[in-house]
């Protein structure tokens, strides 16, 4: 099998636990109080700075059968 194309993507419900559970450890801010904070824009917004460089949470990759490439 050969890599045709890496690539990474965040989830959204995924970046907010991430975000909550790094508050939680690093100012003791509960996870109820954090989750009731963000919002849906600032979320999308850093999923899509995370995917743009290549740092999302999945890491996905595509194969392909070596004989088969274009």
């Known amino acids: 099998m050969a890599v045709q194309r890496p690539y990474s993507y965040s989830l959204p419900e995924s970046l907010i636990y991430s975000i909550c559970l790094w508050r939680r450890y690093r100012w003791f801010v509960q996870h ?4 009731l904070v963000l919002n849906d824009e600032p979320i999308a917004r850093k999923t899509k700075e995370l995917e743009s460089r290549h740092e ?15």
């Open 32 to 35: 109820k109080l954090t989750s």
């Open 56 to 70: 999302g949470e999945a890491i996905i990759v595509e194969l392909c059968h070596p004989q088969s490439r274009n």
